[in-house]
């Protein structure tokens, strides 16, 4: 069975600070892995996926992840907040095995202060 | 380039009442996936449709819920005898066949439901 833990339901960075929101999963194999980010009142939007092959992987707006297998992780980061970061952010899994099912974490509320 | 779409955007339903949801798939998208989003959490894994096949509802409650994708027209998500419970946000996505396992899914804005 697969399940995604998002630790920190709110976290709160100053504009221009380090942003980190950690994601740890549990699969019996290595999953695919993604983060989506929803503005108020949106729908989700693709931030960038690891399917294989290098564990660093860039998306849009500036952000990055790294998968760790053997922490079971994939935390995303950003080296400086801007305001339009605010939103949140769910990690997702998806198994090689079982289709194209995505297995959603409880979100993190991002707010950046000015 | 139309993206996913759905409507309405916001339903209000009192309980006991029907509640339909539509849900039009990105163009050249054959695969329907809908989620609910409750409160506070994230979004939970509903039902994975093709055009005319149900390929896995192990999300969907056992009662009152049903989702279809005809041949013609959008999916719908179909609530009957809604419950205040039922209020939540309800998204959904699309994607082409998923060839090696998995395919990315594209999410509509979603529609919001209130059970009154």
């Known amino acids: 069975a697969q399940s995604v833990t998002q630790l920190g339901s709110h976290v709160s960075v100053s504009e221009g600070a380090l942003v980190l929101l950690r994601c740890n999963y549990s699969?019996?194999?290595?999953?695919?892995l993604f983060w989506y980010v929803q503005y108020p009142n949106q729908g989700l939007q693709l931030l960038l996926k690891y399917t294989t092959g290098a564990t660093l992987v860039k998306g849009i707006n500036g952000f990055e992840a790294e998968f760790k297998k053997s922490e079971t992780s994939f935390h995303l980061t950003k080296p400086s907040a801007h305001m339009s970061d605010a939103a949140e952010y769910f990690c997702a899994v998806s198994g090689r095995n079982t289709g194209n099912q995505f297995y959603f974490g409880t979100g993190t509320s991002l707010t950046v202060i000015p | 380039n139309a993206g996913v779409m759905q409507n309405p955007r916001h339903l209000v339903r009192r309980r006991g009442q029907e509640a339909r949801l539509r849900c039009s798939p990105m163009k050249g998208h054959s695969h329907v996936y809908w989620y609910r989003q409750l409160p506070e959490e994230g979004l939970k894994f509903m039902v994975y449709?093709?055009?005319?096949?149900?390929?896995?509802e192990s999300g969907m409650p056992k009662e009152r819920f049903s989702a279809e994708f005809p041949k013609e027209g959008p999916s719908i998500l179909r609530i009957q005898q809604v419950v205040r419970g039922d209020s939540a946000a309800y998204f959904c996505?699309?994607?082409?066949?998923?060839?090696?396992?998995?395919?990315?899914?594209?999410f509509g804005p979603g529609t919001r439901l209130t059970v009154t």
């Open positions: 699969s019996s194999v290595p999953p695919y």
């Open positions: 996505a699309s994607s082409t066949p998923a060839g090696r396992g998995w395919n990315e899914q594209y």
């Open positions: 449709l093709q055009k005319e096949n149900i390929i896995d």
